[in-house]
């Protein structure tokens, strides 16, 4: 695929700060919400565009095109839904070019850097004051993320009980 242009079409958002609530940290989270919700738009806007884009690149007569799916994905920036294109090739196998162009297993519901930055992480070494708890310290985690971070918590405990048991037996 060359060089791809896109121009996306942000949503136009309207926000109201209650003034008793003005203050940097307040402010910090709902600009970081800002951020996600534009962020899930423009990410959706390009996933459609590239799929549209395979669709009109395929070889014709090898694939043939059996309509739309839709596919929910949980990202960086949270979850995210949109259509893709289900193809069936010569043998009778489905197949979709945009999970292939991507990367994604069939069924994969959380991106690469999710798998990878929560659930198969190894904690770092010299690590000196990890929180407990790790989902306290985030808040509006998705569903699918409570499972990783407590299991990110369960290696913060064996991490601070090695490194108790270590310090109490020097």
């Given at each position: 695929?060359?060089?791809?242009?896109?121009?996306?079409?942000?949503?136009?958002?309207?926000?109201?700060?209650?003034?008793d609530?003005?203050?940097?940290?307040?402010?910090?989270?709902f600009?970081?919400?800002?951020?996600?919700?534009?962020?899930?738009h423009?990410?959706?806007?390009?996933?459609?565009?590239?799929?549209?884009?395979?669709?009109?690149?395929?070889?014709?007569g090898?694939?043939?095109?059996?309509?739309?799916?839709?596919?929910?994905l949980?990202?960086?920036?949270g979850?995210?839904?949109?259509?893709?294109?289900?193809?069936?090739?010569?043998?009778?196998?489905?197949?979709?070019?945009?999970?292939?162009?991507?990367?994604?297993?069939?069924?994969?519901?959380?991106?690469?850097?999710?798998?990878?930055?929560?659930?198969?992480?190894?904690?770092?070494?010299?690590v000196?004051?990890m929180?407990?708890?790790?989902?306290n310290?985030?808040?509006?985690?998705?569903?699918?993320?409570?499972v990783s971070?407590?299991?990110?918590?369960?290696?913060?405990?064996?991490?601070?009980?090695?490194?108790?048991?270590?310090?109490?037996?020097?």
């Open positions: 695929m060359k060089e791809l242009q896109l121009t996306i079409t942000l949503p136009s958002l309207q926000v109201t700060i209650p003034e609530q003005l203050d940097i940290q307040y402010l910090e989270k600009v970081f919400q800002l951020f996600k919700i534009i962020g899930q423009i990410l959706t806007s390009i996933l459609q565009f590239l799929d549209n884009q395979l669709r009109k690149e395929r070889k014709r090898e694939l043939s095109n059996c309509g739309k799916r839709s596919k929910y949980l990202t960086l920036l979850n995210i839904t949109y259509q893709k294109h289900l193809y069936r090739d010569q043998e009778g196998q489905y197949r979709c070019l945009l999970d292939e162009a991507l990367g994604l297993k069939p069924n994969q519901r959380m991106s690469t850097l999710i798998r990878r930055s929560l659930a198969y992480s190894p904690l770092p070494p010299a000196t004051a929180p407990r708890d790790f989902s310290t985030v808040t509006g985690i998705p569903s699918a993320l409570k971070a407590s299991r990110y918590n369960c290696r913060v405990r064996r991490f601070n009980n090695r490194k108790h048991t270590l310090l109490t037996k020097t």
